[in-house]
């Protein structure tokens, strides 16, 4: 009699974790097309998810305090996909075995400066540094230096700058590694930092950096508490009625970061 009842534990108990496995197992994501219906995971605070319902209308949700829980939420199966700015996503997987970032976009974005309103002087100089440095060979390597696709961003280099004019504001978000973030001698640097110093270097002007909540930045610019901004900044027609941005330095968008 004990022998069949142990026999009909240990089936219960297999049984169980049949069902458990099952529960918790994961289609392997490989291409866009497998994502509708799925369960992403994505900053608290941000617009991601309704930029992915705009595409999988059928998606689900999980929430993290950071980008980069929710893709290690991915990493451990908690979730089939992160979905945030294409090329945050890709930092993260370049520092972090075991995941990928899909080839495919769920939205395209163009990322770029913004200046008051009235400052076309300001937003021509950075229309021009931009058309510069992509001429020149300096924009390919800010494209190596800060976008690796394996390890960590590369070091900040070393940009002489004289202010002879004065001192160039720059307002930024420094959690939008590798366009700016704050790096192991606790400067903010990145991509955005870089393009910045060379406006500022044209304009023969003095940079400073001033770190801020990414949603403080464009009340700080229309203020006037600094002068220009950047951290990975969208254009869109409603931010475009308060600022003017700058010609698109970076093609972008929202992304999806899946187990590898």
Same mark, same amino acid.
């Given at each position: 009699m004990s022998k069949r009842i142990n026999r009909i534990v240990c089936l219960a108990l297999f049984l169980s974790l049949l069902v458990?496995? =099952?529960?918790?197992?994961? !289609? %392997?994501? #490989? $291409?866009?097309?497998?994502?509708? &219906? %799925?369960?992403?995971?994505? /900053?608290? &605070? #941000?617009i991601a998810d309704k930029l992915v319902l705009s595409k999988y209308p059928n998606a689900k949700f999980q929430y993290y305090n950071s980008v980069l829980d929710a893709c290690m939420a991915v990493k451990a199966g908690k979730a089939d996909a992160a979905a945030y700015d294409e090329p945050i996503l890709k930092n993260i997987a370049a520092k972090n075995t075991g995941?990928?970032?899909?080839? @495919?976009?769920i939205t395209n974005d163009n990322y770029a400066f913004a200046v008051a309103l009235d400052n076309k002087e300001l937003k021509k100089a950075i229309d021009d540094v931009t058309k510069e440095i992509k001429a020149n060979g300096t924009y390919d390597q800010m494209m190596t230096r800060w976008f690796p696709k394996t390890g960590s961003p590369a070091s900040m280099p070393t940009i002489n700058l004289n202010g002879e004019? &004065?001192?160039l504001r720059f =307002?930024? $978000?420094?959690? #939008? !590694?590798?366009?700016?973030?704050?790096? =192991?001698s606790q400067k903010v640097v990145g991509f955005d930092i870089e393009l910045a110093t060379y406006v500022a270097q044209k304009l023969g002007m003095k940079l400073e950096v001033v770190n801020m909540e990414f949603g403080s930045m464009i009340p700080a610019l229309n203020a006037g508490k600094v002068d220009m901004i950047g951290a990975?900044?969208?254009?869109?027609? !409603?931010?475009? %009625?308060?600022?003017?941005?700058? @010609? /698109? *330095? *970076? %093609? &972008?968008?929202? $992304?999806a970061l899946v187990k590898q």
């Open positions: 458990i496995s =099952g529960c918790g197992s994961r !289609e %392997k994501i #490989t $291409a866009m097309n497998q994502l509708d &219906g %799925k369960e992403f995971a994505v /900053p608290t &605070g #941000t995941m990928v970032v899909l080839p @495919e976009m004019k &004065g001192v =307002g930024t $978000a420094s959690v #939008t !590694e590798p366009f700016s973030f704050v790096d =192991g990975c900044i969208t254009i869109t027609d !409603e931010r475009s %009625k308060s600022v003017l941005f700058s @010609e /698109p *330095y *970076y %093609k &972008g968008g929202i $992304a």
